[in-house]
């Protein structure tokens, strides 16, 4: 049959693994598509840089708009991420009626509106199973093997960065800094962390989980972000001696009455026993709870070059497939229209440790003042004498704006030294 042209914007880490997979298996891809998938052009901003993979210099450019374009392309992959020029070049595939691969999940968090409208409006397909958790087969499952269900919450470690280290910091008892370092030296971290280290990057992942799983449009600027920068050895050693771990989790769960949901990427502790607790390096892994399917769990490797180009693939032939048919998958669905509801709204629970002076009554007054905000105190205990006098309190479930009532009120307490640390909670009471 007639080959499927792809355009591919991107020959970095991941490009050039898609091409090397498009080389290394064409007749098998050939033979799962129904026709062959052929490389009309590679768009790159540097046409002399040595590459990772060898590329006919004849179908490589630089004028990324006039690939896209041409009449020939039947399929465009975009791995080259960021807002803009990736807007203006998808668009401008998907308007022309070119179906769309991308692994782009800031542009899919911040404006995948616009995106899902242009491939509506030109009939084409808009696939993106890499723009989370690298090679893990999640987003498909969500969009579809799951679209007769109810999802009532996800759950997971969506980046890679931030679990390797945050299981250092567990394992080996490092600082923040020299576990960053070592991710850097092994290649997990960039040189700006930033994205990573902050949630940038788990918060536009979990914006796009949150709008599959429960069928409404959900942003960036919707999720609640902390990173773990702030994390320390001691937070960690006091994690582990209580038998929990910590977490830079990514949370989307319906609320209560299910009329809204809440969006939110921060570090947690949850027991050693939860199996998030055991995905170590830099590998991801995601809860996807159910009503009538029940708890799934998703693990994998979460990035890198290889994995992600192999979701990539994946999409790349379900798109050809659907071309070839006259077909097209599914498309935005977001007749649910739930609100997303801001932090203050969500329940969850809290580890806090207290620096207190070490005299009667302290105990009772600082119940009293939890009382007075309806957050209940699930397990309290001292450590320590004199100067090093201790409270470690853990909370039932609560409004994230009545702990944080709480702990501003503690703070105003003279026989409060210092709120030393405050740490979310989850997993089962």
């Not at 893990?136 to 579809?144: A, K, M, S």
């Not at 536009?204 to 949150?210: E, G, P, R, S």
Request: aromatic letters at 4%; one cysteine or more.
């Amino acid at each position: 049959m007639k080959p499927l042209k792809v355009a591919l914007l991107g020959c970095g880490v991941v490009g050039s693994q898609v091409i090397r997979l498009l080389h290394e298996q064409h007749d098998d891809l050939a033979a799962r598509v129904g026709a062959p998938l052929e490389l009309a052009g590679v768009a790159v901003r540097r046409l002399g840089r040595k590459r990772d993979v060898e590329v006919d210099p004849g179908l490589l450019t630089t004028d990324a708009e006039s690939l896209v374009t041409r009449d020939d392309v039947d399929i465009v992959v975009e791995v080259i991420g960021g807002i803009e020029p990736a807007r203006s070049l998808i668009t401008a595939a998907l308007n022309r009626g070119k179906s769309v691969v991308t692994a782009n999940k800031a542009l899919l968090a911040e404006d995948g509106a616009s995106l899902y409208e242009a491939a509506r409006s030109g009939s084409g397909d808009l696939y993106f199973e890499a723009s989370v958790a690298g090679a893990i087969p999640l987003l498909r499952p969500l969009r579809e093997s799951l679209a007769g269900d109810r999802v009532n919450r996800v759950l997971g470690i969506v980046n890679g960065t931030t679990n390797y280290i945050l299981d250092k910091m567990d394992s080996t008892g490092a600082s923040f800094t020299d576990a960053l370092e070592e991710a850097q030296t092994l290649g997990y971290a960039e040189a700006d962390p930033t994205a990573d280290v902050e949630g940038f990057d788990a918060a536009a992942k979990a914006a796009i989980l949150a709008g599959l799983a429960f069928h409404s449009r959900v942003t960036a600027d919707q999720v609640h972000r902390e990173g773990i920068t702030e994390i320390t050895a001691t937070d960690v050693a006091s994690a582990k001696a209580m038998g929990y771990v910590i977490k830079l989790l990514a949370i989307c769960a319906r609320s209560d009455d299910g009329r809204s949901v809440g969006v939110r990427v921060h570090p947690a502790m949850i027991p050693r026993s939860h199996p998030l607790a055991g995905v170590r390096e830099a590998y991801n892994a995601v809860f996807v709870e159910a009503e009538s399917a029940g708890q799934l769990m998703f693990y994998g490797k979460g990035a890198g070059g290889a994995p992600t180009a192999s979701a990539v693939l994946g999409d790349l032939v379900a798109v050809a497939r659907n071309r070839l048919a006259g077909a097209r998958g599914p498309e935005e669905s977001t007749y649910a229209s739930l609100r997303v509801h801001p932090m203050g709204e969500t329940v969850t629970r809290c580890h806090v440790a207290l620096d207190v002076a070490d005299k009667p009554g302290v105990l009772a007054r600082v119940a009293d003042l939890f009382a007075k905000h309806d957050v209940s105190i699930q397990t309290v205990r001292q450590e320590g004498h004199g100067d090093d006098a201790q409270l470690v309190i853990v909370t039932h479930r609560a409004t994230d704006a009545a702990l944080t009532a709480t702990m501003e009120g503690l703070r105003e307490l003279d026989i409060v030294r210092a709120v030393a640390s405050v740490m979310r909670v989850e997993g089962d009471e």
